[in-house]
């Protein structure tokens, strides 16, 4: 959730986690994240450009991925590693929703 908060890409996700998830392959952490899907907790999108008022590049979450996608993108395990370019763009993304956002922290 606190991932979600930070809309941080799923590498980064893993690198909070404790053992043994932290070394633990997509599949099981995809059984970790979809509950919390279900609950309409949290969404998964892309990363996508975003250009700021300044004219700066940047990035932002992209629209939630469907549901019966998800199963599959997170169990594939490249989806948990940094990109070897280092260009989040097309990473997946976890944000609150505002179902999410009412959960006290």
Same mark, same amino acid.
């Given at each position: 959730?606190?991932?979600?908060?930070?809309?941080?890409?799923?590498?980064?996700?893993?690198?909070?986690?404790?053992?043994?998830? =932290?070394?633990?392959?997509?599949?099981?952490?995809? %059984?970790?994240?979809?509950?919390?899907? /279900?609950?309409? !907790? *949290?969404?998964?999108?892309?990363?996508?450009?975003?250009?700021?008022?300044?004219?700066?590049?940047?990035?932002?979450?992209?629209?939630?991925?469907?549901?019966? =996608?998800?199963?599959?993108?997170?169990?594939?395990? %490249?989806?948990?590693?940094?990109?070897? /370019?280092?260009? !989040? *763009?097309?990473?997946?993304?976890?944000?609150?929703?505002?179902?999410?956002?009412?959960?006290?922290?």
């Amino acid at each position: 959730m606190l991932n979600a908060f930070e809309i941080d890409i799923l590498p980064g996700v893993r690198g909070d986690l404790e053992e043994p998830y =932290e070394d633990a392959p997509g599949a099981e952490l995809a %059984d970790v994240l979809l509950p919390l899907v /279900d609950r309409r !907790w *949290i969404d998964v999108c892309r990363v996508i450009p975003w250009t700021a008022p300044d004219g700066s590049s940047g990035f932002q979450p992209g629209r939630p991925i469907a549901r019966d =996608e998800l199963p599959a993108l997170l169990a594939n395990d %490249d989806n948990w590693e940094y990109p070897d /370019d280092g260009e !989040w *763009i097309g990473c997946l993304t976890l944000i609150l929703t505002d179902k999410g956002r009412e959960i006290p922290w």
